[in-house]
């Protein structure tokens, strides 16, 4: 088997909360490691009060244990993910499916100031006319905002 | 218990029981956009919480869960702070405000560390922590004339200086615009938390080792 392969296999397990991204697609994979039958995963939780975060390390022994392989989910609590994290296509997905991707992290710290300005464009009609409706959303990673031009709620990522 | 140890546990009990505390608005609070607003909140902190545990319980021989349940309510480290009951709004933003200007100099600190382990967790917490200080700083903001929020500050101040070790109180002050007093030390725990503790525990007491 080859490191390849888990990668393949990991980019078909969708997040349990946004399903139209996989797991790659969200970045939080940081190293896989094939070694005889054992395959190592790195993997870096997105919001440490994340309640998904033992679906995603379940889902990922399971795929890997379908490979015929024995998973060693090895969960990494430092700050190495960050928004920045998610791929272009996991970005172009998020917003096909009505979540504004997150603004990248060298713009400098998320401000308040920042959030309530109109630098945010709606998922749906492209508009930047946005306002923030709630710095807090169904899960922790979302936000809620609100599109003055096609006047309808739409949810945008954290930048973390 | 080895300072670490000590450290993370303190930290982690506040969290946990604020957490706990911050979910007591869910279904209640008085908008819905504070509702969603607080149960986000207390899930973050409960999740910063099991983080900490976590690295502490590798030290200790044991497990997060075991640290969050299992322990005698006395033997708990959180700071009186987090564990008053205050359903009102005005003692609650209060608190929410007072705690997340103490916890930014603690996390800033720990990212600091040498413990690399520890200043990696500490810079993760700090991002996270980034929105609630938004929400504790819109808020102080809204209410900074309000009569009833001011006094519910200087109410819980010496609250808020006894989340802090003592080298950081001067500059909790300073960043709050009130002078140092004698403050509420952790060690001697408020009544209430001995309540929460029953209500928190009760179902993991009721079939030890289940699996939920």
């Not at chain 2, 409960?46 to 969050?68: C, P």
């Not at chain 2, 205050?86 to 040498?114: F, K, N």
């Not at chain 2, 004698?182 to 001697?188: A, F, K, M, N, S």
Request: aromatic share 8%; net charge negative.
């Amino acid at each position: 088997m080859t490191a390849a392969e888990v990668w393949a296999a990991l980019d078909e397990i969708p997040d349990p909360e946004i399903p139209v991204v996989s797991l790659v697609d969200l970045g939080v994979i940081r190293d896989v490691a094939v070694v005889g039958e054992r395959v190592r995963i790195e993997f870096t939780p997105t919001f440490l009060g994340c309640p998904a975060l033992e679906a995603m390390k379940r889902a990922m022994e399971a795929s890997v244990a379908g490979l015929g392989a024995e998973p060693e989910v090895q969960v990494i609590q430092d700050d190495s993910w960050s928004t920045d994290r998610i791929t272009p296509a996991g970005r172009e997905k998020l917003r096909a499916a009505g979540f504004a991707p997150p603004a990248p992290r060298s713009a400098g710290p998320t401000t308040l100031v920042q959030l309530r300005s109109k630098a945010f464009r709606c998922p749906y009609c492209g508009s930047t006319e946005t306002r923030l409706e709630n710095i807090f959303g169904p899960t922790p990673c979302r936000s809620i905002r609100w599109c003055e031009s096609c006047r309808q709620p739409f949810e945008q990522f954290k930048t973390i | 218990m080895n300072a670490r140890a000590s450290l993370l546990l303190s930290i982690a009990d506040d969290e946990l029981i604020l957490g706990w505390r911050d979910s007591e608005w869910t279904g209640i609070a008085p908008t819905l956009e504070e509702d969603v607003a607080f149960s986000s909140i207390a899930q973050n902190e409960i999740g910063h919480a099991r983080a900490l545990y976590e690295l502490a319980a590798r030290e200790l021989d044991t497990d997060a869960d075991a640290l969050a349940f299992d322990r005698a309510p006395a033997d708990y480290r959180c700071a009186p702070l987090v564990e008053l009951h205050v359903l009102e709004w005005a003692h609650t933003i209060a608190r929410r405000y007072l705690y997340e200007e103490a916890d930014r100099l603690r996390i800033g600190r720990l990212m600091r560390s040498d413990d690399a382990e520890l200043a990696g967790l500490a810079a993760k917490i700090d991002r996270e922590e980034t929105y609630h200080r938004m929400h504790a700083e819109m808020w102080a903001a809204r209410l900074a004339d309000e009569p009833r929020f001011r006094s519910a500050v200087e109410e819980l101040w010496p609250f808020a200086l006894g989340v802090l070790e003592p080298e950081l109180r001067a500059e909790l002050a300073a960043r709050v615009g009130l002078d140092v007093v004698e403050p509420r030390e952790r060690g001697v725990h408020q009544p209430e938390l001995a309540e929460l503790w029953d209500v928190m525990t009760e179902v993991r007491r009721s079939i030890p080792g289940a699996q939920w």
